[in-house]
Every structure is written in structure tokens, then in C-alpha cells.
């Protein structure tokens, strides 16, 4: 059980576009949802956590008119990167969380890679 | 931000020694967590340990934590070289929900 899911698991595009990255759970209900960016041999960094229904709550120096979240159902998360620039290629990880766990348990999806010419 | 510092950065053994990698962190926390990540994939959840434990194993896995120190160790015993990876500690600080993650142990098991 608690298998989430990520789709697609790379993308290339073009600078300026919008790119759309989903996170599903399938076997559970995911009140809240997480995303983190990571770089290269580098480390995760939480982006933004949204809770089904509500607005993301964005951290410090990460854009939230650049990086939409949307988690309109408690399977599924969007992130999408608008106006994408070659420094948004990124590893992009969601995690899920049921919040049934008195430790917040977060289980995490296989990954995006994003790369932007 | 982080608030995990890791050490060592990165760590080469040969298979069948054992590998000790450590994590130390700023503020309380409710429990710590140690994740596998295979190059270029997804997180492995491979522990979690809560404050008011001192040691915990599982299978060739043990992990140790120190509040009064604000650290942690994971060891792993008679290593393989599946268990090339990296390693990341990560906290969930009292009253929150979010991780914060470690900058990882690249480890290396040379056959």
C-alpha cells in the first residue's frame, strides 16, 4: 500500500512553456501533498505543501505565480512550472501524506525529471 | 531551509564492511527519518526513529539518535553493492508537518 505516482517521469520542453506535473495516490487518501526540487548531487528542497482543497502554502523564495499547485481532489496534486526557463530543469518529487499518521508519515513519488532547452 | 548537515559527503567502501553515515540537525523534533535515493529516482523510505528513542534496527540497518547532541547515525552492516546510493536524514520539527531534509551521503560499495 501507499504507492504514489508521478507522470509524466521526464519532460522536455521548450523555454516559455508551461509544463504540467502529476502526483497521484493510488491507494490512499492524500490530505496533503508536498513538493520538493531537487538539483543535481544536491539535496531536496521543499518547494510547497498543499492541503486537498485549500491553497499551497509556498516557501520562502520559491515563486507561486510560477510554480501552480493545484490539489483540487484527495488523489491528486498538480504542479505546473509556467514560462519555463532552463533553470527550472530540476528533479521534481511529490510526496504524500494521509495525515492519519500521528507522524506525518510522507510517502514519495518516483520523480520528474525536467528539462527545459 | 535545511537544517540537516550530513557527514561524510560521500564514503566509498568495499562490499561486506560495514558503512556509518551521520546527521546532525538545529531544533526539537518529533522523529527522523533516513531515506535511500538510487541515482537519478525517487525516495526509499528506509526508517524512522521517533525523539524519544535511542536506537532502532532493521534488517542490516541501524540508526541511533542522540536528542541531547541533536544527531543521528545509520549504520549499515555487511554492505552490498545494491546499497550504492544516497543516503538522506530528514526531520519533522514539533508541531509541523513538513520534512526537512539533510544534504546526503553519496555511498559507494566497490565489489
Known amino acids: 500500500g501507499a504507492v504514489v505516482s508521478q507522470h509524466p517521469s521526464w519532460v522536455i520542453c521548450k523555454s516559455g512553456t508551461s509544463v504540467k506535473i502529476e502526483c497521484r495516490s493510488l491507494?490512499?487518501?492524500?490530505?496533503?501533498m508536498f513538493w520538493y526540487r531537487q538539483f543535481p548531487k544536491q539535496s531536496l528542497m521543499l518547494m510547497a505543501t498543499?492541503?486537498?482543497?485549500?491553497?499551497?502554502?509556498?516557501e520562502q523564495g520559491v515563486e507561486k505565480d510560477k510554480f501552480l499547485i493545484n490539489h483540487a481532489s484527495l488523489t491528486l496534486s498538480t504542479l505546473t512550472v509556467t514560462s519555463a526557463h532552463p533553470e527550472d530543469s530540476s528533479f521534481y518529487i511529490c510526496s504524500a501524506s494521509s495525515g492519519q499518521s500521528s507522524y506525518n508519515e510522507q510517502f514519495f513519488g518516483p520523480g520528474t525529471r525536467l528539462t527545459v532547452l | 531551509s535545511q537544517q540537516g548537515e550530513e557527514d561524510p559527503q560521500a564514503l566509498s567502501i568495499q562490499e561486506g564492511e560495514n558503512a556509518t553515515m551521520n546527521c546532525s540537525y538545529k531544533t526539537s523534533i518529533n522523529n527522523l527519518q533516513w531515506y535511500r535515493q538510487n541515482s537519478g529516482r525517487g525516495l526509499v523510505h528506509l526508517i524512522l526513529?521517533?525523539?524519544?528513542?535511542r536506537e532502532k534496527h532493521s534488517g542490516r540497518l541501524r540508526v541511533t539518535l542522540d536528542t541531547s547532541k541533536k544527531s543521528s547515525s545509520l549504520l549499515i552492516t555487511a554492505s552490498r553493492a545494491a546499497d550504492t546510493a544516497s543516503y538522506f536524514c530528514?526531520?519533522?520539527?514539533?508541531?509541523?508537518?513538513?520534512?526537512?531534509f539533510g544534504q546526503g551521503t553519496r555511498l559507494t560499495i566497490n565489489p
Open positions: 498543499s492541503n486537498e482543497g485549500s491553497k499551497a502554502t509556498y
Open positions: 526513529i521517533r525523539s524519544n528513542e
Open positions: 530528514a526531520t519533522v520539527q514539533l508541531g509541523a508537518q513538513k520534512l526537512v
Open positions: 491507494d490512499f487518501q492524500a490530505t496533503t
